[in-house]
């Protein structure tokens, strides 16, 4: 069980493998950009992580539920900063790529 402890302060190193990414044309919903769903390491993937232009600037967020409070609760997150900043880096570069190339959808592996 000492290799599956959790040490605080230590990541592993996490490898997104694919991401495909759906541009929205939703009027309503004028900021949500796309929908990203991505891989990691070729054997886990997460579907429904939206792209949105918040009040400073682009994010990723997390899928999430509503919950019968009315409060929204992330159904699967990063635990660690890096891996959030590696997940909303990656996500939105496939975005821009996919508006540069005119694309309603993209999808593409990472090296």
């Known amino acids: 069980m000492k290799n599956n ?3 605080k302060g230590r990541c592993r190193k996490v490898k997104i493998t694919d991401v495909r990414v759906r541009i929205t044309k939703s009027e ?4 949500l950009k796309a929908y990203a769903d991505i891989t990691f390491d070729e054997s886990f993937v997460v579907h429904g992580l939206k792209v ?20 929204f609760k992330d159904i699967a ?6 891996v959030r900043q590696l997940i909303t880096e990656t996500v939105i570069k496939k975005y821009e790529e996919a508006l540069e190339n005119g694309d309603a959808s993209v999808d593409s592996e990472e090296e």
């Open 5 to 7: 402890k959790i040490m």
């Open 28 to 31: 309503s919903e004028a900021k």
């Open 52 to 71: 949105i232009d918040g009040q400073k600037g682009m994010f990723v967020a997390m899928p999430s539920r509503k919950m019968p409070s009315g409060e």
């Open 77 to 82: 997150h990063p635990i660690t900063p890096e």
